[in-house]
């Protein structure tokens, strides 16, 4: 399971009558509220302007200051707030009594001085009347510990009371706020997938189980077959016999397991929907979305969780991946390329429709502990950097620093004592710059060439057996993704069993579970001239996490052209890869694995050295119009990145723009426009080159073939 920290440490929607969707970003700007009562309500649209803003929190705040709030937000030229997501407390000080007039009054304040409000509804953290009278609310971790109330996502995504409450609290909000001046939009909950246990293992949770296997396999029969329960005496004969994957003194069974991990996003995907259908039939004129941890964090399908959400919503904590990266010590040219990837991920899991930053890094980050002070103009350039992912807006976190609580140290547009924080002045340059862009650019399309597989079943299927103890889906993914963004050709991150015709090159490291669909899918990409790059553990297993009866990598062996003779977890071995004159290039060494590969119909491209010697390392396959790598070692980290770099340009993929290392551009489209982000996230002062007349999308500078940008600057340029 990978969690922020794991992750770390490892490596408009307006409903219309018709029920046509508008894009959140596609209205007009500011309040142009329709007379619409409740019942008329759907045929309205509210209008609002773009998404730039603060997460505010009126609920920790004397009320005496709320005025003086509302009018600093509005001359920093912020236009929105997210309120009241972990109020649950000050809403509902005991079962059943609520009181939202404090909130109501906020709302009006900041509507006064033309700020819109979106909503969150607080079940990420319920008050302590509520877990101390139904106790059977808290979460149950992998251990079998019941997490405690104190912190918050103590909760089980199951349990029948926690649901009923946190939809009764979230539908008096709506009841309250539905048709309220200023208020546009609702955060259900906050952060599913934030937090050390994101999966619950307690009794509900095992009944749910129990219920969701039966729709799923219908027969006792085809669920022993399916987890293949003859092993370790597990076949069962009823329905409630079957476990959940807690300590028994043996590794669970790898198809439970993979189904549990499904079982558990279903569980807090089916949580939300329970609010959002609430949210649909009593504010139809607002729109819905959650937030999410700004990574490809696992525990939830994404694509699950945000199916009928308006749009995508993430946090974006480049101080995080600073504070937990490498004690530190990472540089930060290397800390935006961890970003860019989350960035990347959270855009494509609506198929690349822009996204909303919910929460961006305003000051240094901190929680027990203080991250690195920001340098002047990486604020700047973060929030740049997630418009150029495809960004539609940016919230700030948070407006003021809590003087109180467990985040004391998370440093908002004011400091502790209400002055302007170092990075302020900053914020509003950024949001007077975001809002020149306008509507046109922040919903213009990114340009992606490339794509990377995020395949959940691999990666939760892999954490359940690794194989190698090292080895992890996510720091493969990492990895992978971080020798291929330097080349700035634009990268998604996709399924293989949606729409590939658009890549260029598509990459797919550690496609362990291989279904029948993505292997077809993969087959006719390939013939019809894609360039599919994967490696080792191909299609080792099928969706049962079965391992599958054929000779590897399995379905998709007619493709590579290459049958895996062995395959070798590698610890102390010292395991080389000679490259052939396609790659040529130094020896590279093999950490954690080595499928030794015998080509079918592939040329060999690598072979490898010391104990294996001789055996096919890396083969490519022609195969109908495209070509089909197979990467069998675990290449050290600068030879996978240029094996990966060689591939690309076979593909026919290349930027037009010449930057050096820590220098990302990417590129933005509207029809006939395109924007180009040239973002500079090393400290020294950089020189990019550019194919042709350019002029900055801001100042209205001329660049013609190059463009100088200081460190940590950023610019937005648009064609002469
Ligand atoms: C998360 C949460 C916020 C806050 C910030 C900063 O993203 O959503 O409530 O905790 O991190 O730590
Ligand atoms: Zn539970």
């Not at 395991?575 to 592939?602: R, S």
């Not at 400290?683 to 550019?690: G, P, S, Y």
């Amino acid at each position: 399971m990978i969690t922020r920290r794991r992750f770390l440490a490892n490596g408009a929607v307006v409903a219309t009558a018709a029920g046509v969707k508008l894009p959140v970003w596609a209205t007009g700007i500011n309040v142009a509220r329709a007379a619409a009562g409740p019942t008329a309500a759907s045929a309205a649209a509210v209008e609002h302007g773009l998404l730039l803003g603060v997460d505010y929190y009126p609920d920790q705040t004397p009320e005496s200051l709320w005025p003086e709030d509302a009018r600093l937000i509005a001359e920093a030229g912020l236009t929105n707030v997210r309120v009241a997501e972990f109020a649950w407390s000050l809403m509902e000080p005991s079962e059943g009594k609520f009181d939202f007039a404090w909130l109501a009054r906020s709302v009006e304040i900041l509507h006064k001085h033309g700020i819109e409000v979106i909503l969150g509804t607080p079940s990420a953290a319920p008050p302590p009347w509520l877990s101390e009278k139904y106790p059977e609310i808290l979460l149950v971790n992998s251990q079998g510990m019941t997490v405690q109330p104190g912190g918050r996502r103590f909760t089980c995504p199951t349990n029948k009371v926690y649901r009923k409450l946190s939809l009764a609290i979230a539908t008096e909000m709506a009841k309250t706020f539905a048709d309220t001046p200023g208020v546009i939009g609702w955060q259900i909950d906050n952060e599913f997938t934030l937090q050390q246990w994101g999966r619950c293992y307690c009794k509900y949770c095992r009944t749910g189980f129990q219920d969701w296997t039966k729709r799923k396999y219908g027969t006792l029969d085809t669920v022993n077959q399916k987890w293949g329960t003859a092993f370790w005496s597990q076949v069962y004969t009823e329905w409630k016999q079957i476990p959940v994957p807690l300590p028994s003194n043996g590794d669970p069974n790898p198809g439970l397991a993979l189904d549990y991990d499904r079982y558990q996003s279903y569980a807090n995907a089916s949580f939300a929907e329970e609010q959002l259908a609430m949210l649909r039939k009593i504010c139809p004129r607002h729109f819905v979305t959650t937030n999410n941890v700004g990574a490809p964090l696992d525990t939830i399908d994404l694509r699950e969780l945000f199916r009928n959400l308006d749009f995508v919503c993430h946090d974006n904590y480049p101080g995080f991946v600073q504070i937990f990266f490498e004690g530190g010590k990472m540089p930060p040219e290397q800390v935006a390329t961890v970003v860019a990837l989350g960035h990347d991920s959270m855009r494509s899991v609506k198929d690349g429709k822009p996204f909303l930053i919910m929460e961006e890094q305003s000051g240094k980050a901190g929680q027990s502990f203080f991250g690195p002070q920001p340098h002047p103009g990486q604020l700047r350039l973060w929030a740049f950097q997630a418009v150029a992912h495809g960004a539609m807006g940016v919230n700030y976190f948070r407006w003021d620093t809590a003087k109180f609580g467990a985040e004391e140290y998370w440093h908002g547009l004011l400091n502790h004592d209400r002055s302007k924080s170092p990075g302020f002045d900053e914020i509003v340059r950024t949001v007077k710059e975001l809002k020149s862009l306008g509507k046109a650019g922040l919903e213009s399309r990114y340009v992606a060439e490339t794509a990377f597989s995020f395949d959940l079943d691999s990666d939760w299927a892999l954490s359940i057996q690794p194989g190698n103890r090292k080895l992890s889906y996510a720091a493969q993914l990492m990895v992978w993704y971080g020798s291929v963004a330097s080349a700035n050709v634009g990268t998604d991150l996709i399924r293989l069993d949606g729409d590939l015709s658009k890549y260029k090159a598509v990459f797919a490291p550690v496609q362990y579970v291989v279904s029948a669909k993505q292997a077809e899918n993969v087959r006719n990409y390939v013939r019809n001239g894609g360039v599919f790059v994967t490696n080792f553990r191909l299609g080792v297993k099928d969706e049962s996490s079965q391992i599958v009866d054929m000779p590897l990598p399995g379905l998709l062996r007619d493709v590579m052209g290459v049958t895996v003779k062995d395959y070798v977890p590698i610890y102390n071995e010292k395991i080389g890869v000679q490259f052939g004159t396609e790659l040529a290039g130094q020896d590279a060494e093999c950490a954690l694995w080595a499928d030794l590969l015998t080509p079918q119909t592939a040329t060999v491209l690598a072979k490898y050295t010391g104990a294996y010697e001789g055996a096919a390392a890396i083969t490519v396959n022609a195969f109908g119009k495209g070509k089909a790598v197979y990467i069998g070692a675990d290449l050290d980290a600068k030879s996978l990145a240029r094996v990966l770099q060689a591939l690309l340009a076979v593909s026919g993929s290349k930027s037009a723009f010449g930057a050096p290392t820590g220098v990302e551009v990417t590129r933005r489209q509207a029809g006939e426009k395109e924007w180009v982000f040239v973002l500079n996230h090393g400290a020294e002062a950089q020189k990019v080159m550019l194919p042709g007349k350019f002029k900055s999308a801001l100042s209205g500078d001329a660049f013609d073939g190059s463009v100088t940008l200081r460190g940590f600057d950023a610019v937005i340029l648009e064609r002469q």
